[in-house]
């Protein structure tokens, strides 16, 4: 059976000092390494919140994050920016791709922030990681070269590239069409599969759940739903 992955105690964002509003409040989860966990609810029910915070993006009011057993929550600034730099992957709403950089540099980029080597033998394994994801007659184009849905795979691509623990991703279709992102949860589906990687995902989409997908339903920062399939 996998272990926890991550471990959620507590956790609360309130903003404001004179007018609070908590748009997290004392969630609570524990979430199993390998899994596939989709979080999803209204406009402001705290789902990007939820993100930040256990990413160490955002400092909560109160609460406790472990992930593989490192008190997130405790760390400070520095200390997140090199958690997330070797143990965290991302995938946003928009792709954030650097448009100087073709898409194979681009995809590369996780190593260079690990401050690790890039020789033929990473390039090779990059050009491989994109052929998976679809991608190989892009891997010299720039990003205004790429179409949406080879943005974003590239931008997956980018996140794997590290061998993060875990991979958030919100919101990874909101800029796409309907056929691109179908693609793109099909593409998310297959390397969860294939590399049992943990991935957390955010979205608006109605999701067709499969064997083994846990949703949780957030509304006004708590979570109300959680089901796994």
Known sequence: MNKDLIVVK???KTYGKKIKTDV???VTLNIKEHSLTWLVGASGSGKTTFLNLITGLDEASSGEVYISDKLITQMNEKERAHFRAHHLGFVFQFHYLLPEF?????VLLPLRIQKKRVGKKEKAAAIKLMETVGLGH??????????GGEQQRTAIARAIMGKPKLIVADEPTGNLD?????????????????LETTFIIVTHANIKAEAGDRILTLKDGEIIKDVTF
């Open 138 to 147: 892009v891997y010299h184009h720039y990003p205004k070269e790429m179409s």
């Open 10 to 12: 507590g956790l609360t």
């Open 178 to 194: 309907s056929a691109s992102a179908e693609q793109v949860y099909a593409l998310i589906r297959k390397l969860h599969q294939d």
């Open 102 to 106: 073709n898409a194979l540099e681009n």
């Open 24 to 26: 997290l409040k004392n």
